[in-house]
C-alpha cells in the first residue's frame, strides 16, 4: 500500500492567466513566486508553490501529493502498475516545471489527474502574502468521483487514506492527523471540485465575506461550521468555476486515537454540511446531500 506523506500543489489550466493571476493574488491572498512558460506559481506557505495556474484546457487539473523517499515512489508504481493503473513518469522538464526530483503521473478510476513526487522544493524565505488574508497553508482538496463506493476503496486500498467521515456515499479522507486532505464528491465528472486554504481564526473568515461582497464574487457557501471536521468555513466561487475554501479549527486524529477511531457516517442531508444551516449553491454538495 503507498503511504501518502503530504498533499503537494494543484495544477489547473486556464484560457485567462490573467485574470486567474488577479484573482490568486487579489482575493485569494497567494504570492506570486514566479510566472515561467506559461505558467504563474503562487505560494502559501513554506512551499516552492502550492498553485498553479498555466495555459490550458480548463478542466485539465492535478492534484501533487508528497512520497518520503525514491524507494518509495518506485514501489508505488510497481503497486499501482500491478493493480491496473495506467502510470507515467515525469521528464526531466516536468519534474523542472514542478520543482521536483521526480515524479509519476496516474489517474484514479474517475479520472482524477494525481502526481506522487519526491523532494519537491520548500522556499528559503518565507512567505510573503499579497494581502493579509491570514492564510496558513494550502490543506485539502475536494475531488469529483463519479463512484463514490469504488474511489474509497482504490484511495484506501492502494493509496493508504483512511476514511474519518462520510456524508451520504462522500467520504472524507485523511492521510495524516488531519481530519481530511482529500474529499470525494458524487458527480458526472472528475476533477478538482474545490481547493482549501486554512485561515487563522474566524475573524479571517469573517474579513474575507466582506471583502468577497464588496468585490462581487459569488460566495457559494457559509460562513458555516462543519458537522464532520468541525471547521467554521466560507466557500467562494474563483477563475473558471473553481471552488475555494477558507477553513479555521479543523478537527485532528491523533496517532494516539487512530486504534480506536470508527468513521462516523453522516446523512446526506445539508445539516451534515453545515451545523449553523446555511445552504451549498454546490453541484456536487446537493447531489451528495439528495
Same mark, same amino acid.
Given at each position: ?18 485574470? $486567474?493571476?488577479?484573482?490568486?493574488? #487579489? ?9 515561467? $512558460?506559461?505558467?504563474?506559481?503562487? &505560494? ?66 474517475? #479520472?482524477?489527474? +494525481? ?10 524565505? @518565507? ?7 491570514? +492564510? ?16 474509497? &476503496? ?28 482529500? %474529499?470525494?464528491?458524487?458527480?458526472? &465528472? ?11 481564526? +474566524?475573524?479571517?473568515?469573517? @474579513? ?50 487512530? %486504534? ?14 453545515? $451545523? ?5 449553491? +454546490? ?8
Amino acid at each position: 500500500m503507498i503511504d501518502l506523506w503530504d498533499i503537494r500543489y494543484v495544477r489547473l489550466g486556464t484560457r485567462d492567466r490573467d485574470a $486567474a493571476d488577479r484573482y490568486a493574488r #487579489g482575493i485569494v491572498g497567494l504570492e506570486l513566486a514566479r510566472d515561467e $512558460a506559461g505558467a504563474r506559481y503562487y &505560494r502559501s506557505d513554506q512551499r516552492d508553490h502550492t498553485l498553479v495556474y498555466f495555459e490550458g484546457d480548463t478542466a485539465d487539473h492535478t492534484v501533487g501529493f508528497e512520497l518520503r523517499s525514491g524507494a518509495d515512489l518506485a514501489a508505488a508504481g510497481s503497486l499501482l502498475d500491478n493493480a491496473g493503473i495506467r502510470v507515467r513518469q515525469g521528464s526531466a522538464a516536468e519534474c523542472e516545471q514542478r520543482r521536483v526530483q521526480a515524479f509519476l503521473h496516474f489517474r484514479d478510476p474517475s #479520472g482524477n489527474g +494525481i502526481d506522487l513526487v519526491v523532494n519537491p522544493h520548500h522556499s528559503g524565505r @518565507r512567505h510573503f502574502p499579497s494581502r493579509d488574508a491570514g +492564510i496558513t497553508g494550502f490543506s485539502h482538496v475536494g475531488l469529483c468521483t463519479t463512484d463514490a463506493a469504488r474511489d474509497e &476503496r482504490f484511495w484506501t486500498e492502494v493509496l493508504g487514506a483512511r476514511v474519518s467521515d462520510r456524508i451520504g456515499a462522500a467520504p472524507l479522507l485523511r492521510i495524516d492527523e488531519v481530519h481530511h486532505k482529500v %474529499a470525494l464528491f458524487p458527480s458526472t &465528472r472528475s476533477g478538482v471540485q474545490h481547493i482549501n486554504h486554512q485561515v487563522e481564526s +474566524i475573524d479571517d473568515l469573517m @474579513r474575507a465575506w466582506y471583502l468577497l461582497q464588496k468585490n462581487g464574487v459569488r460566495i457559494v457557501f457559509g460562513p458555516g461550521r462543519h458537522p464532520t471536521s468541525g471547521a467554521m468555513f466560507l466557500y467562494f466561487e474563483g477563475p473558471d468555476g473553481m471552488i475555494y475554501e477558507y477553513s479555521t479549527g479543523v478537527r485532528h486524529i491523533t496517532w494516539e486515537q487512530e %486504534a480506536g477511531y470508527q468513521p462516523r457516517q453522516f446523512p446526506a442531508t445539508n445539516e451534515s454540511f453545515c $451545523a449553523w444551516g446555511a445552504e451549498p449553491d +454546490i453541484a456536487e454538495f446537493r447531489k451528495a446531500a439528495r
